[in-house]
T-cell receptor, first 114, second 117 residues
């Protein structure tokens, strides 16, 4: 079945610096890709969902890149601020995944220092 | 945004006892999910549920597990009896629609940490 490797597990950056999290997946039939953010005591918040037809997606304060050739999905926090401190999860789903069955990465705990 | 509430946030229970984890999904959502995360490991799919029925379950969804949503109330995960290896954080999620995951958003709760002693 699908395997998703996420790295690094921990990331500490200074405010204003960028931070990059990378997920590598194995299933070539993976089609839908997600980044979730979890702040302490809260549920997972969807940051972005990406379809296989798109490669670069920009959100507020971050960029998501999808490299299908290398089966990599990355999240780039640009100009990080303390509010970005959280655990970030990538998740992947197949084209024929009825019922939204997601395979998650292990999570990256990001700490943004003032 | 839409909120999924999970009650309680932490539950401690003796091995062999029954436990029920409660989830209050987003009010107009029709599809419900449980995921399990053992400490230090990835979150893994347990089960999805629609129209009163389990649609799909993983090998982690043991015979001791059951789910239901009686009369549109809480979506529950019951474990009876519990075992030590059931200790984990259980995440509930809901979505408005089904089908290709990219067309839908799963909204997750904050999780219930279950400790089986």
């Amino acid at each position: 079945g699908e395997q998703v490797e996420q790295r690094p597990p921990h990331l500490s950056v200074r405010e204003g610096d960028s931070a990059v999290i990378i997920c590598t997946y194995t299933d070539p039939n993976s089609y839908y890709f997600f980044w979730y953010k979890q702040e302490p005591g809260a549920g997972l918040q969807l940051l972005m969902k990406v379809f296989s037809s798109t490669e670069i997606n920009e959100g507020q304060g971050f960029t998501v890149l999808l490299n299908k050739k290398d089966k990599q999905l990355s999240l780039n926090l640009t100009a990080a601020h303390p509010g970005d401190s959280a655990v970030y999860f990538c998740a992947v789903s197949r084209t024929n995944s009825a019922g939204n069955k997601l395979t998650f990465g292990i999570g990256t705990r990001v700490l943004v220092r003032p | 945004g839409p909120k999924v509430l999970q009650i309680p946030s932490h539950q401690i229970i003796d091995m062999g006892q029954m436990v029920t984890l409660n989830c209050d999904p987003v009010s107009n959502h029709l599809y419900f999910y449980w995921y399990k995360q053992i400490l230090g490991q990835q979150m893994e799919f347990l089960v999805n549920f629609y129209n009163g029925k389990v649609m799909e379950k993983s090998k982690l969804f043991k015979d001791q597990f059951s789910v239901e949503r009686p009369d549109g109330s809480y979506f529950t995960l019951k474990i009876q009896p519990t075992a030590l290896e059931d200790s984990a954080v259980y995440f509930c999620a809901s979505s408005l629609d089904w089908g290709g995951a990219g067309q839908n958003t799963l909204y997750f709760g904050a999780g219930t940490r279950l400790s089986v002693l």
